[in-house]
């Protein structure tokens, strides 16, 4: 009887050598070679549950909404729940990726590449069907293929206070996109501004009305900008953020929506020291890219469920990534961080938040951690100081939450309400983190 740990090895080869044959174009081989890959390897009773293929975004269970946590003044959050304060391990949240798989390799190994290759075979058939190399799909990248059909968009009213929301369009050199505007009733001068990017298979609207942004954004006097993903630049509305050309200062996504943050600023009383960024799951990606891209722009970026800046490189290593974890490149200005992670994720694997943290500096930081067990989700919250006793980086991993925007509103889609609120704590933490502070 042939050894699991071979066949595993044979078929982690395999699914990189259709990879491979996918940035060649030759696709129907890249596609028989995952068909006859993934009738190869016999599952034993005691291996994880088979992983579905891959999606950035899942529907949480929507259950009653938390308590709402204190106003934008207010430094740091405050959690209303019983606390354990402990030193954390510089290591705990910095693992190399491969730490983050000790124990049966094998298994764990089995269940990601099942996920990668079964994600990926459609793909392959999808685009051979339609005699299409990745060349001439450039302009429409295929967003995984996922299995999950695509959300039709819909216009959801915003429960905004006096406020308002205005459509807009921002046209620049690297391209063009749509957005929506929340503009306070009665805004601070200068106000502070967060840009905030949808995951896949969301509207604007929908992300608005999820987060509950837009509430907060009126009670504080804040502008709140939700840049729009066209269903032209990615069947699924994701942001590219796996694209090299939408990683840089110069070119794609990053600098297009680098554009449309200055244009907001141009056209009102904008703190430029209190520009931020923020996104879930392929927006938290893109938000670490962009924020990695532009850190004279932005003070502060929040990455929920989200991956390390230019940790994927193509389709092929973003799902390795997703379902493994991958670092990000190193160096590079340390943009002040806040990271939200559910620990039983399965779309996008916990083991980014670490790389996240650690491509954000978190090895040359003291860390404390926090224990939360309140009405809603246990959490772990763990807040990274430097010698001076600054908190550069915040890091929330909640138990027993999947791939959704914790402590959501249920009217939007894949949100989690049980959870504590991402949105107020990320205010929170950008209240705190104005440039240069």
């Known amino acids: 009887m042939t050894d699991p740990s071979e066949q595993m090895r044979d078929r982690f080869a395999d699914m990189m050598e259709a990879t491979r044959l996918t940035g060649a174009g030759r696709l129907a081989e890249a596609t028989d070679l995952i068909q006859r890959s993934l009738g190869g390897l016999a599952t034993p009773r005691d291996a994880p549950k088979a992983i579905e293929p891959p999606t950035l975004d899942l529907t949480a269970e929507r259950v009653d909404d938390p308590p709402r946590a204190a106003s934008w003044t207010q430094a740091t959050a405050q959690p209303q729940a019983s606390t354990r304060t402990e030193s954390a391990p510089k290591s705990e949240t910095t693992t190399k990726t491969e730490a983050g798989l000790a124990g049966p390799i094998p298994e764990k190994l089995r269940a990601a590449v099942d996920g990668v290759v079964r994600g990926l075979a459609p793909v392959l058939k999808g685009l051979a069907a339609k005699g299409l190399t990745p060349k001439g799909l450039a302009p429409q990248a295929p967003g995984f293929g996922f299995a999950k059909p695509q959300t039709p968009d819909r216009s959801v009213e915003t429960a905004a206070g006096a406020g308002s929301v205005v459509t807009k369009s921002f046209a620049g050199p690297a391209g063009t996109r749509e957005y929506r505007l929340f503009v306070p009733s009665r805004p601070q001068v200068p106000a502070a501004l967060v840009v905030m990017l949808h995951g896949c298979n969301q509207t604007a609207d929908d992300f608005a009305v999820g987060t509950g942004m837009n509430r907060l954004a009126e009670r504080d006097g804040l502008f709140v900008a939700y840049p729009v993903q066209t269903g032209r630049a990615n069947a699924q509305r994701c942001w590219n953020w796996f694209e090299p050309r939408d990683q840089g200062r110069e070119t794609g996504e990053a600098a297009i929506i680098a554009g449309l943050t200055r244009a907001v600023m141009a056209g009102h009383a904008i703190d430029p020291?209190?520009?931020?960024?923020?996104?879930?799951?392929?927006?938290?990606?893109?938000?670490?890219n962009i924020a990695r891209a532009f850190p004279d722009l932005y003070a502060a970026v929040g990455v929920h469920s989200g991956l390390a800046a230019s940790c994927a490189r193509d389709v092929g290593s973003a799902m390795m990534a997703m379902q493994m974890g991958a670092p990000g490149p190193g160096g590079g200005a340390h943009v002040p961080t806040i990271v939200f992670h559910g620990e039983d994720?399965?779309?996008?694997?916990?083991r980014n938040a670490d790389q996240v943290l650690a491509q954000a500096g978190a090895a040359a930081l003291t860390p404390a951690r926090e224990r939360f067990d309140g009405d809603g989700r246990p959490y772990t919250r763990t807040r990274y100081a430097d010698a001076a006793g600054r908190v550069l980086l915040e890091d929330w991993r909640v138990r027993g939450a999947g791939h959704a925007w914790s402590g959501g509103d249920r009217a939007g889609s894949f949100t989690d309400p049980q959870g504590p609120d991402a949105s107020r704590a990320m205010l929170d933490f950008f209240a705190a983190h104005p440039k240069g502070f």
């Open 345 to 350: 994720d399965t779309t996008v694997s916990i």
């Open 273 to 288: 020291s209190r520009v931020f960024i923020a996104g879930l799951s392929a927006g938290g990606a893109a938000a670490a």
